[in-house]
């Protein structure tokens, strides 16, 4: 079931004065995009997500066995993607080259999260600096089909980096741990590495509905609203133009980046200025839920949100971050009859390859697949255009590590969920010779199949076999 | 060949050349004048050129056995970091950031290794004080390389609201989270920008400025929820005495009129089996600012088929109704549960987002505009029938439901506050006083605004704004006032625009027309002003800061040192406590640490709490009463309340309340830091201590040395082998970490760490004093790197205590980088030394760390950069770029 619609007052969740909810920029944005959506459903639009947990997965619970088609009985930790299986590819033995600390160093593994969606290692700094060294493929694919629509893209965490700020790697910046989407910036001519920024994962699911439906109370506040911010940006792009004056050479850099935000915001402006009135009847998320399990699952339900009413086609998801001392509350349901509490995610990690400990893990890993089947199942509820929401999306769902007892980044666990718009069969299982194949063959297709065309993606050596 | 020679002709007269080196320690503290960057300049060159020489032959004897270029070609992993024969000792300059690591590493006493030759300990020092020496003279006159612009993080900005406005605000609710970096979330590089972020600081601007100024709202709800780990058995602190648990927020009510707020069980109530252990004829009592509101049947359970006991007495069957004119609850529509829908619970937004059902409890009152405080609590009228049979567990909850062993008072999950209902335009509050300085009745209304946004603009910039800025202003006003149609909206306009220029979100500082390329200058008054009090107090300057820096007085060394004490006893260095050591000490992790309940039962949330509060109450002693740093290792007194003391076996201590006490000799091993809850929490596992987490944490927080990191391709730990008897019985923690060390690649580093964190085992995995581990007796001796033997977190304490130079450079250094918002590079090594040095002349007082970095050339220095872009209107190419890419 898709977020009930049943109905609430609007008044009691739409904005108030202040408190935690009000207006942000796009709330009267909404209704252009539902009609756009409305009038172009007939031409399905492609959907890509890419999620990231860190800490690799239990060795001997998820491979699927023998290359081909999927076995009858899926492996434990991926046996809740049974509803979806005909649209699920489970890859064994691909090698997440770029997630490996550099020649002849040790240490650095653990802050390299930022390198899923790029296949690039991150450059060793922990200044301004710090870049991926190529936009993410979430950001590449938004550019390519995200530009019509509200948000070009979406970004969701669910664990705050503040709580564990001090916790980053020697010499890593922790941006490369907190945010897997990262956009390119204008890099300065004779500078040896692109420049890129990273994008803030939202926590709060609050704000994420803020930003996909705004709120305030009637059509003519929302007017008003709009108005008022436009003419505050209007008026701060004309300032920042005599503040550079002023500015250092470095200063306005940043600055000059400000601008440049203050105009994608103008053009969504633009956007929502065609706006007609109706908000749908959807009711508040207040703030970040206590359980891990509410939280995710009110991520997945907004994005799925989002994906239907067309306000975004992009969203990336970071489920933990490394190095996370969680532990998590299994929910009691078929997969886990008894409920009960996993070990610490990084902790459990280390396994030393007891069995007993080994399958702990699994549980975990267990747990987070069943997070994304969740969603899955929620997209394939859907009906869009001619098919389902799944049917038209892509969801990536991986790690970075395989065996994470020694942190090996070979044997990492990949999966690609959805229809893709036909561009991907399910129900299989890709197997690839061990430390061969390199993650960034993966995004390479990917970017394929969403018609981004490049020469290569990171360290990918050529395009995903059998894909 | 002749290098060989010589070093074995040197071993003889080592004893001799000691000594001569230690002549020379003796002299330079008091020689040094200078603090800043201006650093030592002339100590005892004539003794330099042999001292050198002497050096090198230690160097020789000591270190260059395994940092050698021969050892690196051979592939020696200590000589692949560093190499030390092709370092010359007589031109310290030439490798200024190589030498910095060595002396790093010799005031940590890391080096030699453990097993290996050392010379005495006299020798040893005169060494460091040498290097430093040497290091510190070939130092440049002025290093203060370009901070780069600094955004304010999320703290800071919620910091300046409240300075500006007198408004609390979440700040999380606005704004998305901050990237860190150095371990600090106010380091300039890495607080970017994307359009997330400007659409959030514009939004928040608007929200902000209608909260402030307390416009009649349309209703909005607004969820607190207790921590999934809390337990409410006990008094909370700010409720009424005789009363248990519940929950206490403060909230701005966004404008004059009703609200109602509902109380929703935790978990749905089902901590308690249906019926049994949950305990009939509890009552709800709402509270606004201390005043009882309304008094409820508590009904949390009800849904589980709990039997309706008769419960007689006053407020049984219909409570809210006969008591409707509760003081401060002259509800005008009818009160309590009946205002809302019936099973309101179950169709409001919860039961879409998670919620876990229960019936609400609802309260409904009238308020005015800005904070009040709102509670829910139980009067602690009955006993829980407990139905512990071994002991009472000081952990309530758990979230998979009912627990064998936890007991059942019922406990707060959620407070949801909604309104305004019938709102009318706020008349006062603590916000509009202090955005009102005038009032149009008496000024003209024109006048008014103008002084207004003048005010405003002064306190968010920082600085009096210009005849133009404020100009811009008033065409807000007057926009907002004809279309709002009053005066107070026309402000809360101009509020809308100051709150989102990019001069009040980015510290910017103007760098002046006479500045050259590559060269420092130094910064204005008023930009001196914005660092001093984003260091100090993470938010905005004051008005007599502000007054101070405009009149130019505050590059005077006196007034400044003058306003950094006036600083430093302000309420607001709370901040440093707060973001500063809060992230030093991991304080922040505290809230993210989740120690397993089934096997730590007695950890919750009040208890994590307690731990964070005693740690900040103990750094806050420290800034306040301005001691020694060292205190933070060693300090006697602690802070406790009855929770926590209960935990550390403190007898004596009853309520909620904190206060200082002091340890007495039995709780020795509570003194300073490493007896901390906090500390002993956050590096240990859920389910277990980390020796090892605990000796990196030591290593790199108290001794500034990082040990590497693991490997990629850990080796797997051979199998659990059998004892004498045939079992394979769980190993103690010590033996884990002994398995860890058996190959000689883990050796190297965990030799390092490992004795440190045995040396604690006495603390378990929540910090509860311990003797045994499972059934083995723990063994906290070790022999830690410079080959002490130490057992015990006491003998630890010591030994650390013998780093206590090291220690408070590695303060200074971490205030550092808190200060100038940038990593601290070998460059500005001397300056730390020099600060630290005349810290210690001065017992090593917080006070006189701040005064140094204060002082300090790069904290009131900037520096010009080359424009990268050979351009010639000066735009800047990278605008030009983006415009082509559209």
Redesign the interface.
């Given at each position: 079931m898709f977020i009930t619609k049943r109905h609430i007052p609007r008044r009691t969740f739409l904005k108030s004065a202040g408190c935690t909810l009000a207006l942000p920029l796009v709330d009267a944005m909404l209704p252009a995009s539902t009609a756009l959506a409305a009038a172009e459903a007939a031409s399905p639009k492609p959907r890509f997500v890419g999620i990231f947990f860190p800490h690799g997965m239990a060795p001997g619970y998820w491979e699927p066995g023998a290359e081909g088609r999927l076995p009858a009985k899926l492996p434990f930790i991926m046996e809740s993607l049974e509803k979806v299986k005909d649209q699920t590819v489970i890859m064994t033995g691909l090698w997440s080259k770029s997630a490996e600390p550099p020649e002849g160093t040790t240490g650095s593994d653990h802050w390299v999260a930022a390198a899923y969606l790029t296949g690039i290692k991150p450059r060793k700094t922990a200044g301004s600096d710090a870049t991926v060294g190529s936009p993410t493929i979430d950001q590449l694919i938004a550019q390519k089909i995200g530009q019509e629509t509200l948000l070009p893209s979406l970004q969701l965490a669910c664990e705050d980096p503040n709580s564990s700020s001090s916790n980053c790697g020697e010499g890593y910046s922790c941006s490369y741990t907190n945010s897997i989407s990262w956009i390119e910036l204008p890099t300065p001519p004779n500078e040896p590495y692109v420049h890129t920024s990273p994008l803030p994962m939202e926590l709060n699911p609050q704000n994420v509905f803020e930003r996909l439906f705004g709120s305030g109370a009637t059509p003519d506040e929302r007017r008003a609203r709009m108005q008022q911010n436009r003419s505050i940006l209007d008026s701060i792009r004309e300032q920042l133009a005599s503040l550079n004056k002023e500015l250092g050479a470095a200063d306005r850099r940043t600055i000059g980046q400000y601008t440049e935000e203050i105009r994608e915001i103008e053009r969504r402006i633009q956007l929502a200025a065609k706006a007609t009135a109706d908000v749908p009847d959807v009711p508040l998320p207040t703030g970040i839920p206590e359980s891990f399990d509410d939280h995710i699952k009110l991520h997945y339900d907004l994005t799925a949100l989002a994906f239907r009413a067309d306000i975004t086609r992009v969203a990336t998801l970071l489920g933990a971050r490394d190095l996370t001392a969680r532990s998590y509350v299994l929910p009691k349901n078929d997969l886990f009859p008894n409920g009960g509490v996993t070990t610490s995610f990084h902790g459990g990690s280390h396994h030393q390859e007891d069995p007993v400990q080994i399958r702990k893990y699994a549980d975990i890993n267990r747990y987070h697949v069943s997070t994304m089947a969740y969603f899955a199942e929620k997209l394939k509820s859907i009906p869009d255009g001619d098919g389902t929401l799944l049917d038209h999306s892509l969801i990536l769902y991986g790690t970075n590590m395989g065996n994470s007892n020694q942190h090996q980044h070979y044997d990492v666990p990949h999966i690609l969920v959805g229809g893709a718009n036909g561009k991907l069969e399910g129900n299989r299982h890709l197997a690839y010779e061990r430390k061969t194949v390199t993650s960034g063959n993966l995004l390479l297709s990917v970017l394929d199949m969403f018609g981004v065309h490049r020469e290569s993606q990171g360290d990918s050596t050529d395009r995903l076999a059998k894909l | 060949m002749m290098k060989r020679l010589l070093s074995t002709g040197c071993v003889a007269i080592l004893p001799f050349l000691s000594a001569v080196v230690l002549g020379q320690q003796t002299r330079p503290a008091p020689a040094q004048p200078a603090r800043g960057a201006v650093a030592p300049s002339t100590p005892q060159p004539a003794n330099a050129q042999p001292s050198a020489e002497a050096q090198r032959a230690l160097l020789d004897r000591y270190c260059v056995g395994c940092h050698s270029q021969r050892a690196k070609a051979a592939g020696q992993e200590a000589a692949?970091k560093l190499t030390l024969d092709d370092l010359d000792p007589a031109h310290v300059g030439e490798h200024a950031e190589k030498w910095e690591l060595v002396v790093r590493k010799l005031r940590a006493g890391m080096m030699p290794p453990a097993n290996s030759r050392r010379p005495d300990k006299a020798t040893y020092d005169g060494f460091i004080t040498w290097l430093e020496n040497e290091l510190d003279r070939g130092a440049a006159a002025v290093y203060a390389p370009?901070p780069?612009?600094h955004r304010l993080n999320?703290t800071e900005y919620a910091n300046a609201i409240r300075d500006i406005l007198d408004l609390e605000i979440?700040p999380?609710?606005?704004l998305?989270?901050?990237?860190?970096?150095?371990?600090?979330?106010n380091?300039?590089?890495?607080l970017?920008?994307?359009?997330?972020?400007?659409?959030?600081y514009?939004?928040a601007?608007?929200?902000?400025s209608?909260?402030a100024i307390?416009?009649?709202?349309?209703?909005?709800?607004?969820?607190y929820?207790?921590?999934?780990d809390t337990s409410q058995d006990y008094h909370i602190e700010g409720l009424p005495f005789g009363t248990r648990g519940g929950m206490l927020v403060k909230?701005?009510f966004?404008?004059d009129g009703e609200y109602t707020v509902t109380v929703t069980p935790i978990f749905g109530d089902n901590m308690s089996p249906t019926g049994f252990g949950s305990i009939p004829c509890e009552k709800l009592e709402i509270l606004l600012d201390g005043e009882r509101l309304q008094v409820l049947d508590w009904i949390g359970s009800r849904r589980l088929g709990a039997p309706q006991a008769n419960c007689q007495g006053d407020s049984a069957s219909t409570p809210q109704r006969g008591r409707g004119a509760a003081p401060g609850g002259r509800g005008a529509a009818p009160g309590g549960r009946a205002a809302g829908p019936q099973g309101g619970g179950q169709?409001?937004?919860e039961?879409?987002?998670?919620g876990r059902g229960g019936t609400p409890m609802r309260a409904r009152f009238k308020t005015t505009a800005g904070a009040h405080w709102l509670g829910a609590t139980f009067p602690a009228t009955n006993f829980a029938p407990v139905l512990d049979l071994d002991r009472h567990f000081m952990r309530d909850t758990v979230?998979?439901?009912p627990t064998p062993g936890f007991t059942f008072f019922p406990h707060v999950g959620t407070l949801?506050?909604?309104?305004?209902f019938n709102a009318a335009p706020a008349k006062e509050s603590s916000s509009r006083a202090r955005i009102f300085v005038c009032r149009p009745p008496t000024t003209d209304e024109a006048a008014c605004a103008r002084k207004i946004s003048t005010t405003l603009a002064t306190r968010a910039f920082r600085r009096p704004p210009s005849g133009a800025d404020v100009q811009?202003l008033m065409?807000?006003y007057q926009?907002g006032r004809k279309?709002g149609g009053d005066f107070e909206h026309g402000i809360e306009?101009v509020l809308?625009?100051v709150l989102?220029?990019?001069?009040f979100i980015?510290r910017?500082?103007?760098?002046p027309a006479s500045?050259r390329v590559n060269q420092p200058y130094r910064i204005s008054d008023l930009d001196l002003a914005s660092r001093l009090s984003f260091f100090l107090w993470s938010s905005v300057p004051d008005d007599e800061l502000i007054t101070v820096a405009s009149q130019g007085k505050l590059k005077d060394p006196a007034v400044l040192e003058r306003q950094v004490r006036r600083m430093l006893k302000d309420a607001r260095t709370q901040a440093l406590t707060a973001n500063f050591a809060g992230?030093?000490l991991?304080l922040?992790?505290l809230?993210?640490?989740?120690p397993?309940?089934?096997v730590y039962p007695d950890f919750d949330d009040p208890l994590r709490q307690a731990m964070r509060s005693e740690v900040e109450l103990l750094f806050d002693s420290i800034v306040r009463e301005d001691r020694g740093v060292l205190d933070l290792l060693t300090a006697d007194y602690t802070f406790v309340n009855e929770r926590l003391a209960k935990h550390y076996g403190i007898p004596n201590i009853y309520g909620s309340q904190f206060r200082r006490v002091t340890l007495p000799p039995d709780m020795d091993a509570r003194r300073g830091l490493l007896g901390k809850g906090a500390f002993l929490v956050t590096t240990s596992?859920?389910?277990?201590t980390s020796p090892v987490t605990r000796g990196k944490w030591i290593m790199t927080n108290i001794l500034g040395v990082?040990p590497?990191?693991?490997?990629?391709?850990?080796?797997?730990?051979p199998p659990r082998s059998a004892d004498a008897a045939g079992n394979t019985k769980e190993p103690t923690m010590r033996q884990k970490m002994l398995d860890h060390r058996v190959r000689q690649d883990c050796v190297q580093c965990h030799a390092l760490m490992d004795p440190i964190g045995f040396a604690l085992e006495n603390f378990d995995g929540i910090g509860t004093w311990r003797t045994a581990d499972g059934d083995t007796p723990v063994d906290a001796t070790g022999q830690v790197f410079d080959g002490t033997k130490i057992d015990g977190p006491v003998a630890l304490r010591t030994w650390l205590g013998s780093y206590s130079t090291q220690f408070v450079q590695v303060v200074t250094e971490k205030l550092l980088v808190y200060a100038l918002g940038?990593?601290v590079e070998p460059q500005d090594m001397p300056l730390v030394r020099s600060i630290a040095r005349d810290a210690i002349r001065n017992q090593a007082r917080f006070s006189a760390l701040v005064t140094g970095i204060v002082s300090s050339k790069p904290f009131q220095m900037?520096m010009?950069?080359?424009?990268?872009?050979p351009s010639q209107s000066g735009?800047?190419?990278?605008?030009d770029?983006?415009k082509g890419a559209k």
């Open positions: - | 692949r370009p780069g612009l999320r979440d999380s609710a606005y998305p989270s901050d990237d860190s970096t150095h371990g600090f979330d380091i300039a590089g890495a970017g920008i994307s359009s997330t972020l400007v659409e959030a514009v939004s601007a608007g929200k902000i209608r909260l307390g416009r009649p709202a349309t209703p909005g709800l607004v969820v929820r207790t921590p999934e909230h701005v966004p404008s169709q409001g937004p039961a879409f987002f998670g979230q998979t439901g949801r506050i909604e309104g305004p811009g065409e807000f926009s279309e306009m809308a625009r989102a220029d990019p001069r980015y910017i500082e103007t760098e500045a992230q030093w991991n922040r992790g809230q993210s640490v989740g397993l309940p089934l596992k859920p389910e277990r990082s590497p990191d693991p490997p990629p391709d850990v080796p797997v730990l940038r990593g900037n010009k950069v080359a424009d990268p872009v735009d800047g190419a990278s605008r770029r983006t």
